[in-house]
């Protein structure tokens, strides 16, 4: 059987073909890219190689000779295959043909799992086509969405312009009128003090009224007790009027008794002279008596008129001094009525 070598050729091609799917590039991978062909040894030389002109790094005199193959291979044209070859030592047939049994079968497996992924990247591809179709479909409907709502947002954004309009027009009122409460409030600061002075005054008024109104009502307290006792004494005056008109009587009835003794006596004047004299003596004691009766009783009238004058002078004392105390209290309500009225304003 005649063995395959792995030529730089097939193993640069590899190498390319790794590097554009992202795939690491090491004697594995380029050997099983390459089916089996040759060693794993030729190829890990090739890929150090591969990776040297990569980077651009000095390689042995005897390499230099791979460099238009990598060259060639890097810019996508066909490469002579002819003398290319890696020196390599000389393989045992054996574990060659061994080897060469279990590339085909690996590549094989390569080849079903490439064309399984295949299927699945198909379907997957599907599914993704039909998501894409159906996110299109959303799209649109997203679009279709937001111009409606672009449209209403235009509306809103008018209606707000509209409103930010009439919002200035009433914040310079507004401005306007707080001008004026300024204003207002000056006039009722201004007006405040006043009031505040004249309940002061009213206050000190007030206080001059009470202490009149109290100094008032002490004086009748006074003139109350004064006029119980002046009562009192009237009382006692009339028992003693009383007692003195009662003696009048008597007087009275000792008058006409005496007259009409008087009368019997004058009718026995002959007989009854000693006892004339006696009446008679006993008339003057009487009329002595009534004399002093009489002016005993002139006196205790004199008493009663002075005490009902003081009385009545008492009385008109103490209505004074009511009617005072009532204008005060009139003039106190008022002072307070006033100072309410004055608050509330």
């Not at 279990?102 to 086509?129: C, D, F, G, P, W």
């Not at 008339?283 to 009545?312: D, I």
């Amino acid at each position: 059987m005649a063995r395959i070598k792995l030529s730089a050729a097939m193993a640069f091609e590899a190498a390319k073909e790794l590097a554009q799917e992202g795939e690491e590039i090491n004697s594995s991978t380029l050997w099983m890219r390459c089916g089996g062909i040759g060693s794993v040894t030729t190829a890990k030389k090739w890929a150090e190689l591969w990776q040297a002109f990569e980077e651009g790094a000095q390689v042995d005199k005897k390499l230099e000779q791979y460099r238009p193959v990598y060259e060639t291979v890097k810019e996508g044209e066909e490469v002579d295959a002819a003398g290319d070859e890696y020196a390599e030592e000389e393989p045992i047939p054996q574990i060659v043909g061994a080897t060469q049994d279990y590339a085909i079968q690996i590549s094989a497996i390569v080849r079903e799992l490439v064309e399984e992924k295949t299927r699945e990247l198909a379907e997957a591809s599907s599914a993704l086509v039909e998501k894409a179709q159906q996110k299109q479909g959303q799209a649109a409907h997203q679009v279709a969405a937001s111009k409606e709502e672009l449209r209403e947002a235009q509306k809103k954004i008018a209606s707000l312009e509209a409103d930010n309009q009439q919002l200035h027009n009433d914040l310079q009122t507004r401005q306007g009128q707080i001008q004026e409460l300024e204003k207002q409030l000056k006039n009722a600061q201004q007006r405040h003090i006043t009031i505040e002075e004249h309940n002061r005054e009213l206050s000190k008024q007030l206080g001059e009224a009470e202490e009149r109104v109290a100094t008032l009502e002490r004086e009748g307290e006074a003139s109350k007790q004064e006029l119980k006792t002046l009562n009192a004494e009237r009382g006692k005056l009339q028992s003693q009027l009383v007692s003195v008109q009662e003696l009048a009587q008597e007087r009275e009835v000792s008058i006409s008794s005496l007259e009409r003794d008087k009368a019997i006596a004058e009718a026995r004047a002959g007989d009854l002279v000693h006892q004339v004299e006696r009446e008679q003596h006993h008339a003057e004691a009487l009329e002595t008596r009534n004399l002093e009766l009489s002016e005993r009783l002139t006196q205790e009238a004199a008493k009663a008129a002075s005490a009902q004058e003081r009385a009545r002078q008492l009385e008109a004392q103490v209505a004074k001094f009511e009617q005072e105390r009532l204008m005060a209290k009139e003039g106190e309500t008022k002072s307070r009525r006033k100072v309410s009225q004055e608050k509330q304003k």
